[in-house]
């Protein structure tokens, strides 16, 4: 048994976990033209009949919000718009 080498061990382990601080952010249905979301009955989402215009809108938000670091989790669509749960890795203190 090493009993030496635990607390270094340990305090590698800590130094390796990743922090994370997280963002949400709102759009509005109205920066979309036409927007279509379709869940089939099995549960299965997505988006269709999107002009390409508009998903250059959505490119838009992703490039402008990855640009600063932050990496999209999820994107969550409603009547009213969508909402964009976003997170980025921060250092370690």
Same mark, same amino acid.
């Given at each position: 048994?090493?009993?030496?080498?635990?607390?270094?061990?340990?305090?590698?382990?800590?130094?390796?976990?990743?922090?994370?601080?997280?963002?949400?952010?709102?759009?509005?249905?109205?920066?979309?033209?036409?927007?279509?979301?379709?869940?089939?009955?099995?549960?299965?989402?997505?988006?269709? #009949? /999107?002009?390409?215009?508009?998903? !250059?809108? %959505?490119?838009?938000?992703?490039? &402008?919000?990855? =640009?600063?670091?932050?990496?999209?989790? #999820? /994107?969550?669509?409603?009547?009213? !718009?969508? %909402?964009?749960?976003?997170?980025? &890795?921060?250092? =370690?203190?």
């Amino acid at each position: 048994m090493m009993r030496c080498c635990q607390g270094q061990e340990t305090q590698l382990m800590v130094k390796s976990i990743k922090k994370f601080e997280y963002d949400i952010t709102k759009h509005p249905s109205g920066e979309f033209q036409k927007l279509a979301y379709f869940c089939t009955a099995e549960g299965e989402c997505r988006v269709d #009949q /999107l002009p390409a215009d508009q998903t !250059g809108i %959505l490119k838009d938000i992703l490039n &402008e919000k990855g =640009a600063l670091g932050w990496e999209l989790v #999820q /994107l969550s669509f409603g009547k009213d !718009g969508l %909402l964009a749960f976003w997170k980025r &890795e921060i250092s =370690a203190t």
